[in-house]
């Protein structure tokens, strides 16, 4: 259920994107193994775990437009709970939506894939029933991600690289 001092609008729309992501769930099974098209499936099942993650971040008032920032949500939620199949389950939808682009995974592979949404996308449910964990105590760089997560958009929009990951330092390998 929803926490914290939220808007009837952002209740609204997080229940939006929970019944959108329950719907996304049978539209991707009835996709696979009614029609057979594991394109549509694919976008989906990738749908239904972007939709139940955008869901929690309207809960929390936390910015959720982009890739990224879902990834980022996920990453917290799996410390946050100590679930870290949550972040399978990212990397899951990542791959079938890359799928529903490329269509390049075998209807095996999908199925596999998407009973894995099946049996992995209820955490994300739960969480979001739960509410935020009270004993859950952020490390810096998780404090940081959150305080980046409650910047609005606005705010955001101002400085583009804010939600890029920090650059890769140069590649010093040790002298021989």
Do not use: C
Not at 97 to 119: M, P, Q, R
Not at 126 to 152: M, Y
């Amino acid at each position: 259920m929803p926490h914290g001092d939220l808007s009837a609008m952002s209740i609204a729309n997080a229940n939006r994107h929970t019944d959108l992501s329950r719907r996304l769930v049978e539209q991707a099974n009835y996709e696979l193994h009614t029609m057979g098209d594991r394109v549509q499936a694919s976008d989906k099942a990738s749908g239904a775990v972007a939709q139940a993650v955008k869901a929690i971040a309207e809960d929390r008032n936390w910015r959720h437009r982009s890739h990224n920032l879902r990834r980022d949500i996920v990453a917290l939620l799996s410390e946050e709970f100590q679930q870290p199949q949550m972040r399978h389950l990212q990397a899951i939808a990542d791959q079938l939506h890359d799928n529903y682009y490329e269509d390049w995974l075998a209807e095996a592979l999908v199925t596999g894939l998407l009973a894995d949404v099946n049996s992995l996308i209820p955490l994300l449910w739960e969480a979001r029933e739960r509410g935020p964990n009270r004993n859950f105590t952020p490390t810096p760089a998780q404090q940081r991600i959150i305080d980046r997560l409650l910047l609005s958009e606005a705010e955001a929009l101002a400085d583009e690289s804010i939600d890029l990951p920090p650059p890769m330092p140069p590649f010093n390998p040790p002298a021989r």
